[in-house]
């Protein structure tokens, strides 16, 4: 039997609502930053941008379009963009800028978008989707101030529309959704070993995922506000939340048209930035800046995409950066584990980094993590809790996506015994917390033994002349395959590949058959959009150059 209080106490979950409800609170706060194409730069509170992304909204509503295609730098455009089509009742596909004309061609017709808001800068993108896709209305921001070009124009068209029905502002759009189990979201996979897969985004899946990062990064915890700094890429899996989160807290966007450091620590030393989110790569890159210094005060970086070394880490911290290590997929909206420092490894600075370099444990709005035996489909049999037993990880919960949009076999594959799998290996440590050795794929097997390439490549970024490392396994006649070592260096150091085989062959750390047989080294390492390393690629460069060798 239903109970009064049944209709009133709950409600739908979805993330939109945290504009309007920052805007009602602190309307004249600082809700963005950014530098424009014209160099000028723009402050804009949370009242101009609730009234913007309403407008947004209303065009979207009045020209009855529902599957929104993004594709724009981090700039206050792609901000309005996800407010806009949230509150419009739409669905947004964000996507990723760096992709070929063909791939976004693509993921704009597999999503079906029905129109297309575009930076002015990444328009060629679209010339093959163009072609084939005429009827479909591309709306471009020029980028050059906030009253210039047809993005602008569709905000005052929106406005207009809303004033002609009463100013309903946001009491007329969609800030709470009827139903929380639609979608909010596509989200597109890198696509680097096959078609990109649209990973479904719901607004409760989203808006739970938003809150466990706003809490286990602290966006609220600071005791100035929150000034969230947009290194990481708005487009990567919704830019891992923080555009809803930041948002949540009334925290000020700074805009990042491109990652440039000189211009990252221009801000980080002249702006109050407390909190950022980049891949280790990134981090590395920064902390060896020309222009690093340790900051005044404190800035919580999330240090996500790929496993981090404990030596980056004791680098962030020197300069002020408290790292926060997190763990995720596409398919988990971003970050889905966080590592918790026990109490008595904080006074232990080198056991604390190693300790701050595992994945850890659940989100608090996800359920236990859980490594898994390979051979144990489909009753999935958890490994030992030893750090030893390698296993794969596999999710459960609130985190999770739905699934694969129009693609039933690949969610099916994806969600094999009731787990979301992640093709990550780890190891289960005895307090419960998984540490990632390699993905499925990156496991080298030397002579039967498995070598984690991630632990090799943690123990050569100790010397002090390397900068990053990525391990391959390379055929051998004796052995199936041995480890190979692609490095950067510190300029001008002299040292020479021979030169780190023998100061990793004489460290303890690794055994003998984890030694990389040969080390090269290399201008720079290939990575994709988000800072993730591409090892496919030299994996294939590394085949290529030895059917050259064969055939000579």
Same mark, same amino acid.
């Given at each position: ?18 504009? @309007? ?39 979207? #509503?009045?020209?009855?379009? #529902? ?175 923080? @555009?809803?989160?930041?948002?949540? %807290? ?15 620590? $221009? ?84 056991? #604390? ?48 996506? +739905?699934?694969?949009? $129009? ?33 499925? +794929?990156?496991?080298?097997? /030397? ?5 984690? /390439? ?7 970024? +100790? ?29 001008? /150091?002299? %040292? ?19 030694? @990389? ?11 994709? /959009? ?23």
């Amino acid at each position: 039997m239903a109970m009064p209080g049944d209709m009133v106490s709950k409600h739908t979950l979805s993330p939109t609502q945290f504009l @309007p409800r920052a805007a009602a609170i602190e309307p004249d706060a600082t809700a963005i930053y950014h530098v424009n194409l014209n160099g000028q730069v723009e402050r804009r509170t949370y009242e101009t941008f609730e009234r913007r992304a309403a407008g947004l909204a209303y065009y979207l #509503k009045h020209h009855g379009n #529902k599957r929104v295609g993004i594709l724009a730098p981090n700039t206050p455009t792609f901000l309005d963009s996800v407010f806009g089509t949230g509150g419009a009742g739409a669905v947004n596909v964000a996507i990723n800028s760096r992709l070929k004309e063909e791939d976004v061609k693509y993921i704009f017709e597999h999503s079906e978008v029905d129109l297309i808001i575009a930076d002015v800068q990444y328009e060629p993108l679209l010339k093959f989707f163009r072609k084939d896709h005429p009827s479909v209305p591309i709306i471009i921001d020029t980028d050059t101030g906030p009253e210039n070009g047809p993005f602008n124009e569709a905000i005052r068209e929106g406005l207009h529309l809303d004033s002609r029905q009463g100013n309903l502002g946001w009491a007329g759009l969609q800030a709470q959704c009827p139903n929380e189990d639609e979608m909010i979201a596509l989200s597109y996979t890198s696509g680097t070993t096959s078609r990109p897969k649209g990973v479904i985004y719901t607004h409760r899946g989203a808006y739970l995922a938003m809150l466990g990062n706003l809490i286990e990064s602290g966006l609220n915890n600071s005791s100035v506000r929150c000034g969230y700094l947009w290194i990481l890429p708005m487009f990567h899996a919704m830019g891992w939340t923080f @555009p809803w989160g930041v948002t949540a %807290v009334r925290g000020t966007h700074y805009c990042l048209r491109k990652v440039e450091y000189s211009n990252i620590w $221009k801000l980080l030393l002249s702006e109050p930035i407390t909190h950022f989110c980049a891949a280790p790569t990134v981090n590395t890159n920064l902390c060896r800046h020309k222009d690093a210094r340790r900051l005044s005060r404190p800035v919580q970086v999330v240090v996500a995409a790929s496993p981090p070394s404990a030596v980056l880490f004791n680098q962030m911290t020197a300069l002020n950066f408290l790292p926060v290590h997190g763990y995720g997929l596409t398919e988990t909206y971003g970050p889905a584990t966080k590592s918790y420092i026990p109490p008595e490894w904080v006074g232990d600075s080198e056991g #604390k980094y190693t300790y701050l370099a595992r994945q850890g444990h659940s989100m608090i709005t996800a359920l236990p993590v859980r490594v898994v035996k390979s051979e144990s489909d489909p009753e999935l049999i958890d490994v030992a809790k030893n750090g030893a037993e390698i296993g794969e990880v596999v999710v459960t919960g609130n985190l999770c996506t +739905k699934g694969y949009y $129009k693609d039933p076999v690949g969610t099916q594959k994806l969600f094999e015994g009731g787990q979301l799998h992640t093709g990550d290996l780890a190891v289960m440590h005895p307090n419960g917390a998984i540490q990632v050795v390699d993905r499925a +794929k990156d496991i080298i097997i /030397s002579g039967g033994e498995n070598i984690s /390439s991630v632990a090799v490549e943690n123990v050569l970024m +100790k010397h002090p002349d390397v900068i990053e490392a990525a391990v391959i396994g390379i055929p051998h006649e004796k052995w199936g395959e041995t480890p190979k070592a692609f490095i950067t260096t510190v300029h001008d /150091s002299g %040292v020479e590949g021979e030169d780190i085989r023998q100061w990793a062959r004489e460290n303890s750390e690794i055994g003998g058959f984890m030694v @990389p047989s040969q080390v090269e080294i290399v201008p720079e390492l290939p990575k994709n /959009s988000t800072g993730k390393m591409q090892k496919k690629v030299l994996r294939e460069m590394e085949m290529k150059r030895r059917h050259r060798v064969a055939n000579l």
